[in-house]
């Protein structure tokens, strides 16, 4: 039997994983080519004291508030963006602004049913040049760092076509549980995830980590009322807030096509460039009214079908719960995806 072993390297290897990338200083996503692994997953930054937070299955009303915090920090972050939601005016503006005030956007992918098995190859490759070429009809450039929807990622071989496309798979080494935090009261308890990463890694290793932090940009998380206080204690702990390009010195984080594997470029703000910046300031902590913002009808949002008036989006709130749900076995899945063929060779 090849299940215990692969399922108790599986329950270890993730907190390895993190343990591993928080211990070295360079461990960047290897380039070779050949079946997805785990050194495919983007977890950590190339130099130590940087931190790239990343936020999934935006743009929300969450991402706008967002904005504004960072906006105020002169921080700058990840955004990977659903481009389900673009068909939507309101969101589309907020992408566009998020691109505009020099955030990184990269894009999320989730398989139609959750499963490539009746799609060809051919079709998977549509399907991603579709959501992509939605991005880059926003924002001029097709997003080369994608974030597999949790649901997804036992499948190799949607990890191997993406991979195989020249995509980014970008996984993490911290967890905010802005999922888990998502109350205005408990909210404070995200800033706290940071603030104990950051001294235990100091105690342990007396020297700072590199993180690449998995958030949710969405109303029925805490991630944008906790941004703030999140913010200024990673100033305190002098770490400094990069772009996913950042984190990985690469002057090119967007690709030449949705789909052929020909190529990357940059713009004016990515690594490298004049108008590329990283690092923060501390914020004053904004009045948020979670009654009023925040995922008040959470769960009862209509989801887009393209039926809707586009001018109209409905408040996004629903897709949040998704992911908590899938969450802890997300952890698993990460590993399940990438592990068995390393495992595999160990038997
Ligand atoms: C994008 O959002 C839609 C609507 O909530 C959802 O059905 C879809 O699975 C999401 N896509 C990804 C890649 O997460």
Known sequence: MHFAPISILSAIALPMMAMAAAEQATSGPSMATGPVTMADFLTSCQT??????????????????????????QARVTFFTNATWLQYMQYAG???????????????????????????????????????????????VYPRYMKIHESNLKDSRLLNLCKS??????GFNMDEYDYKYNSAASS?????????????????????ASYVVAGYDVPTTGAAVALPKVINTINAHGYD??????????????????????????DDRS???????????NVKTIAYN??????NNAGAAPMPDGSANKNVAPSH??????????KMESAVAVVFAIVPAIVYAWL
């Open 48 to 73: 130590p004291g940087q931190i790239s937070l990343t936020y999934s299955e935006g743009p929300s009303e969450a991402t706008m508030e967002m904005l504004q915090t960072l906006k105020e920090a």
């Open 94 to 140: 907020v992408t566009r602004h998020a691109y505009l005030d020099g955030h990184l956007i990269g894009m999320t992918y989730r398989l139609p049913s959750d499963n490539s098995a009746g799609l060809t190859d051919t079709d998977i490759k549509e399907d991603i040049g579709r959501a992509s070429r939605t991005i880059q009809d926003l924002i001029g």
């Open 165 to 170: 496309m020249g995509y980014t798979l970008v």
């Open 188 to 208: 404070s308890q995200i800033a706290e995830v940071y603030n104990a990463m950051f001294s235990k890694q100091m105690d342990a290793y007396g020297r700072k």
């Open 241 to 266: 807030m990069v772009r996913l390009d950042g984190c990985t010195n690469e002057r090119t984080p967007y690709k030449k096509d949705p789909i052929l594997n020909n190529g990357f470029v940059g």
């Open 271 to 281: 690594f490298g460039a004049k108008e590329y910046r990283h690092g923060q300031v």
């Open 290 to 295: 979670p009654s009023n913002s925040h995922g």
């Open 317 to 326: 709130g629903g897709t949040a719960k998704v992911s908590m749900g899938s």
